[in-house]
């Protein structure tokens, strides 16, 4: 079905014209131009892609979380489920989408049409599971998908975007495209690892040099702080050029795994819970990040109303 506007283009072409007398008795003052005023730039969007170096850290119950906590606090938020093989973002809230990202990318959907709507507000694009081909999506594909997001008209204020694990050119784009990444690591040996390895290739790679770590499921503050210091030593001594900040720790929580099963978000189903407490802390340490002024010449979400806010100014 081709767009309203092109209809109603077609309509008023067929319309005859018909003069309009004028009087030549009326002042020239009298006479009214109609001009268009284009609306006003739509606000810039913070951007922050919660990545890992392996799976099974806890990546995307820290995103859902964040991401209804950000909308608990009043900022308008978007969360992307960006692990586009193996999504589960509809999943842990136990909603049902009539479209995803899998339906976007084969032309049989709107980006406006992906939306589904969660807790508090929370504007989710869901992802698919278990399409192969979506996971196997190449660089100019993940750029698209970028850059898409100039087209959705609607007032927000933060995206959070829910990346795959690992190292694949998706996690490095969408990480790339945002304005922070949230590294979330556990106190083991591979997530230690594969984290460094995650933010190494990032900084070489990909020109993120600003990382925020977040150390899961942790058994007290002090060995969140332990654990960050760990990975802030290593990347000290060997990526000199990476600023890391810590920005705080999620312990483990029996109330964050009921949660889990009822499909709920702790932050809502159990918001005296520890670990619920822990990520609104999160949430409000984000929603002081100050949304992006001018476009930094990459890759990017939102760019479109970064350049013409500075257009506009």
Known sequence: MPPVWRCALKICAALPISPISRSTTMPLHEYTTVTSVPPPPMNSVRSIAVTGGKGGVGKTNLSVNLSVALADLGKRTLLLDADLGLANVDVLLGLAPKYTLADLVAGRCELEELLIE????????????????????????????????????????????????????????FCQASQDTIVVVCDEPASITDAYALIKVLSRERGVDRIQIVANMVRDANEGRRLYDKISRVCERFLGDVSLNYLGAVPQCEWLRMAVQRQQAVVRAYPASPSARAITDIARRASRWQAPVEPRGTVEFFVDRMIQQRAMA
């Open 118 to 173: 969660g807790p508090g507000g929370l504007l989710i694009v869901p992802a698919a599971s278990g399409r192969r081909h979506m996971a196997e999506l190449q660089q100019a594909e993940h750029v698209g998908l970028v850059n898409v997001f100039n087209d959705l008209q609607r007032d927000l204020d933060t995206l959070v975007v829910d990346t795959a694990a690992g190292i694949t050119d998706s996690v490095l784009t």
